[in-house]
């Protein structure tokens, strides 16, 4: 049975876009120099303030601040759960 999280007034959950595992000449990235993601993807979002509607939607592509959420684990994967005022944008195309 898989855990459903609803994020609750502006909160929103996001999957963490992988890190890098080799830069573009083709060096392996050891585990311990790589750096947090800053990209993911909006897999929950709470329904907003009252005077305050969400930006976001289940399935944006997001960037967001290098210190932004808390990571939580649910069912063996992890995830950060933030303020959607700690998204910076949504990335289209």
């Not at 898989?2 to 959950?13: E, F, G, N």
């Amino acid at each position: 049975m898989s855990t459903v999280l609803k994020p609750l007034a502006d909160r929103v959950l996001v999957e963490s876009a992988p890190a890098e595992e080799k830069t573009a000449s083709g060096i392996i990235i050891p585990d311990t120099a790589k750096e947090k993601p800053l990209k993911g993807t909006v897999v929950a979002a709470g329904p907003g303030k009252t005077d305050e509607p969400m930006t976001v939607k289940v399935g944006d592509s997001v960037i967001y601040g290098q210190y932004s959420g808390t990571e939580i684990k649910l069912d063996g994967k992890t995830y950060l759960i933030m303020r959607e005022s700690d998204i910076y944008g949504i990335v289209e195309g």
